[in-house]
T-cell receptor, first 113, second 114 residues
């Protein structure tokens, strides 16, 4: 299994509070992705990174920001969490951009009350 | 834009064969992938087809017809552990730029009965 960890694994927070999710990889893969998964929607891309300090928006980026200061870490921040951001968040990595083989972390279940 | 259609649920018995279909509409097509996800787990890669035809990996096979914008995942000799969600995904351009990213279908929940 690819070495990908996510923290925290579970979080409950209140509307309006900032939240940061962390993805850490030990595979030295260049590309990292954040997805959210909701019932009936599959996985939807939020943001992705193609190198240190290089990031771009995905399909559902509104309300989210990301940062990547080191190859191994990719942070997802909800500046002011809303109930619509209650979801399961998955980080993924690949060694090629848009690669069909992506390796996923264990996920973070976020509940915004 | 892009869209993928797959059945929401499929049920089969242990030892049987099941086929999960996926049709897609994309502005540019580079290949069709399949991922498996058990309840509470992470998606894991199963297979990838870039060209027409059948790819076999053990009990799992995946088929692609580019002219029909259609593919399927075939699971043979079903086992209880195959109960999971299965997602098809296409590599396509995203709206914000030229990068090509994976777009996933909504998933098919496979239930294997004893």
């Amino acid at each position: 299994d690819a070495g990908i960890t996510q923290s925290p694994r579970h979080k409950v927070t209140e509307t309006g509070t900032p939240v940061t999710l962390r993805c850490h990889q030990t595979e030295n893969h260049r590309y990292m992705y954040w997805y959210r998964q909701d019932p009936g929607h599959g996985l939807r891309l939020i943001h992705y990174s193609y190198g240190v300090k290089d990031t771009d928006k995905g399909e559902v980026s509104d309300g989210y920001s990301v940062s990547r200061s080191k190859t191994e870490d990719f942070l997802l921040t909800l500046e002011s969490a809303t109930s619509s951001q209650t979801s399961v968040y998955f980080c993924a990595i690949s060694d090629l951009l848009g690669a069909d083989t992506q390796y996923f972390g264990p996920g973070t279940r976020l509940t915004v009350l | 834009g892009q869209s993928l259609e797959q059945p929401s649920e499929v049920t089969a018995v242990e030892g049987a064969i099941v086929q999960i279909n996926c049709t897609y509409q994309t502005s540019g097509f580079y290949g069709l992938s399949w991922y498996q996800q058990h309840d509470g787990g992470a998606p894991t890669f199963l297979s990838y087809n870039a060209l027409d035809g059948l790819e076999e990996t053990g009990r799992f096979s995946s088929f692609l017809s580019r002219s029909d914008s259609y593919g399927y995942l075939l699971l043979q000799e079903l086992q209880m552990k195959d109960s999971a969600s299965y997602f098809c995904a296409v590599r396509d351009e995203i709206s914000s730029g030229s990068a090509r990213q994976l777009t996933f279908g909504s998933g098919t929940q496979l239930t294997v009965l004893p």
